[in-house]
């Protein structure tokens, strides 16, 4: 299969006294979206009730995390007029205040995102001094009240010969796209996961344009089931629910979460060898950077040392920060770094973590040799001229990718070494 | 008020190739820890109580997460005896499978989290491979079942001259306890928000010595519960839960949350200035770099062109990393970079996201001498030298600090800048 260009975001490659020193910015796959958030809009109901609702305006709708498309490399969009049976004809029309206060938690409202605005649409919407075209996700799984609703929806998409993609689509969407899906799958995919307040239990309610999530001081389900069910004790009904340390300043708790990963290459101390490493369900021969999750409290530096040695035994120096990658698998950030070890520190003890299932000095030729022919997604055939039994690497999408051909192309003696194309 | 020293991460300067290039690494305050967190052992029970119980063992314990201390810059620690009213002769007797098995919500269990092994020190503690003196943390905050035996723990403390010391203590503490007390503190702090699955709403058990929480299929309190006051439906007492989706495959709510965070150094087109904002809050004239939260499936690179952007208008070309900092308020990590405008794209604009008071460009030779004489925390008087009126900057501490120190120490000509002392 082809593989997707990468992006190339509007400012990143002006030519400055940076960009002269550190070589060109590496932008990875899921990121460079074409869309300007304006993340300060997103309290604005009269905005966003505006922006909902202008011809213009894009919605991508999700089924169980599996996003509207044409084929698994092309996304499609449905209008205001195809969702307005779900969610109304103005889900903004009352502001968050009001929201907070009329909170019910047996009603299932369907969750609607914005994600920002195409500026380079000369879509006729405007607000202030922004411009450009609206784009919402929507997920409309079918549950809840709105069950039925949302499997009419999904009916009629798929009536025009559209079809929700499963699977993870990160081999084949153009970067643009891949970056506006990556944004609305991770945060439907956080919404998805948290219906509750960690801190005291109850449900919780979306505000913001889907970007917190808020615990209500107050749920007028409990005054109907109340009612309906009867109360066994003598108190009044009453809406008020318990206290929450959520409701006092501000809780992370109510803001998406995003974990950060770190992966990276590592380079010997006579930086003529790559250290690679494998997981037992890999296909045969397919080897990739070391990479692990960044633990409370440390910093990226000292996670890259951490991971390394725990993972394979082998003691790093120097580390230096490459590049980033946004993952929405569910909510990653995967911070991109190359490490040199140090002299003596490259024996490979794999029972620490005995999380691979083998890890292996590679000569930079052997390296350079499987970019150009053994690159692949995980499920997918090596590229054209691989031989049996010769290394096979992660595809140009994955940042173990932009890593490797970094240190293959000089990363270590000038610029940054990347492989676009 | 002195400034304390950074830490000196022990293989992070040996000389290679790629320190060549880039320069010293530069280890930010609150990482450094000395301790090897040897994860891969917190789910070994008899590890971790062998750990628990040797002579060596250094508690650090921590009340409404202020940790004791002999003064603001000197944590102290208690012992096994010290702490075995409250923690029991042996937290770690069951494995973690029997601890799920038997969960009951209506006991407080006190907080433990296994820290790592201080492997410079020769304590006599080993375990297969691994060997050095043992860290933990414990939360002797009073509440629940373990009310007046923690009241107790307190008071016995208090006697020997120590102290539970309020605030934050990121000017004080030399850099080892810094980062030791950081995350302890962080993750004592994510285990206290997180009593509660966000995904089903019920409580949750911390298991891998502090490191995970699981949401349990069963619980033994809502048998007793049922038994103590009576069940009015006809249904069989039992101790099942409704399900959850954390019990199936991995689900990173179960794990510690880190917000990732970009601070940047802006840098004008021509090099010659530097972009500084401040809050109103903030004392008058300190000023200190731009900041923000990076968002779902954004680089970091494109998180710092944003936040520029939205705060102060400025538009960014050009982003490379510098350094990473941990920051245990209450889990950020700050990725610290440095920016260079767009030709043109110098133009302050504060109304788009109304965060700063002020923002503006300062030379670097205003912005050095202000390293100089005008540092401070917040709360803090400037320096010695400092004439009322001249900016003021955060302190050595600081990641902002270090990555003006870098650009104005020559980062974007060569090296990477670092104001080490």
Redesign the interface.
Known sequence: MPQPQLPE?A?????????R??GK?I??Y????PLN????LRTDHAFLSAALRHPSTSFLLFNSLSPLARDPTKLEYASFKDVQPLVGDDPYSKNEEQMVSEYNSSVTVPQLLFLGLDEREKSGFEWTIYHGSPYFALDVTPKGTICSTAEKLIESMKSRGLQFVEGRMHMSLPAEQA?IY??A???LD?NA???????????TLSINAG?KRTCPPKDLASLINTTSIGS?TATTPTADRPDC?TRKGI???C??????TVIMAV?S?D?ERILLGRQKRWPKYWYSTLAG??????????AV??EVW?ESGV???????H????W?Y??N?M?GA??????G?EEILLK???ELEDAKWVTLAEVKEALHVGTSGLGEEAGEGYKEGGLRLPPRTAIANQLLSAVTGGF???GNGGSKM
């Open positions: 975001p400012h990143a490659q002006v030519d400055s006294m940076l960009s020193k550190f910015e932008a990875n899921f990121s460079g979206s958030r304006v993340s300060f970056a990556a944004q799958r991770a945060l956080w996961r948290n219906p509750f307040c960690a801190q005291c239990g109850q449900p970007t066994t340390a809780s992370n708790l803001f998406p979460r995003t974990d950060p380079v101390a930086s999750f960044v633990e409370p409290a440390e910093s990226v530096e000292e040392r951490r725990e003691t790093l120096g120097r580390v230096v920060i590049s980033t990658q946004p929405p569910p909510a950030l911070i190359i490490g040199q070890c140090t002299p520190g620490h973590d005995p270590l003696e000038g």
